[in-house]
T-cell receptor
């Protein structure tokens, strides 16, 4: 398996623009997590899904952020409109079952100018 | 609710010395615990995991961790650190049962001095 695949790897956008981050999980993994990493706040859990259903989105910072998982093979994290404070590395991670380790993608480095 | 605290955001040791990275957790149910390593510009990789079997867990690259329920701790150590171990280390806790939630600590940056 190719592992968790995130795209794009790097994104530079202007403030106010819409940004969409994409994640393809490992086949057979039923949990999918979106994390945001910054120097100040570390690795924050934004939202996670189980069997394509959002379970906990309490970490989503505000209504500008939304995440979807239309099927078991694809998830998106959207920011609209984007702001400079959204600049961070966004990671997608997936796991099989509730007690196993999570596998991480390489991350998307987002810069909002 | 789960939470995890890593004690010390930066640790500096000499190559060949013992390194100990500390992690305390809080969980209302028996936890699953993990240590991950992150090298610059990369994602996180699993070092080792505790899932209610042996309390001393051995991982990759010579790392090991000890689960102590009485202290709510899951400390990571390596008897002789190598320069290539310089990275950021994250402790993570997942609640038992079927909640599936996985929470990470703030991370500890390990510096290895020659």
């Amino acid at each position: 398996d190719a592992g968790v695949i995130q795209s794009p790897r790097h994104e530079v956008t202007e403030m106010g623009q819409e940004v969409t981050l994409r994640c393809k999980p490992i086949s057979g993994h039923d949990y999918l997590f979106w994390y945001r990493q910054t120097m100040m706040r570390g690795l924050e859990l934004l939202i996670y899904f189980n069997n394509n259903v959002p379970i906990d989105d309490s970490g989503m910072p505000e209504d500008r952020f939304s995440a979807k998982m239309p099927n078991a093979s694809f998830s998106t994290l959207k920011i609209q409109p984007s702001e400079p404070r959204d600049s961070a590395v966004y990671f997608c991670a997936t796991r099989r079952g509730a007690s196993t380790e999570a596998f991480f993608g390489q991350g998307t480095r987002l810069t909002v100018v | 609710a789960q939470s995890v605290t890593q004690l010390g955001s930066h640790v500096s040791v000499s190559e060949g010395a013992l390194v100990l990275l500390r992690c305390n957790y809080s969980s209302s149910v028996p936890p699953y615990l993990f240590w991950y390593v992150q090298y610059p510009n990369q994602g996180l990789q699993l070092l080792l995991k505790y899932t209610s079997a042996a309390t001393l867990v051995k991982g990759i690259n010579g790392f090991e961790a000890e689960f102590k329920r009485s202290q709510s701790s899951f400390n990571l150590r390596k008897p002789s650190v190598h320069w290539s171990d310089a990275a950021e280390y994250f402790c993570a806790v997942g609640a038992g049962g079927n909640t599936g939630k996985l929470i990470f600590g703030q991370g500890t940056t390990l510096q290895v001095k020659p």
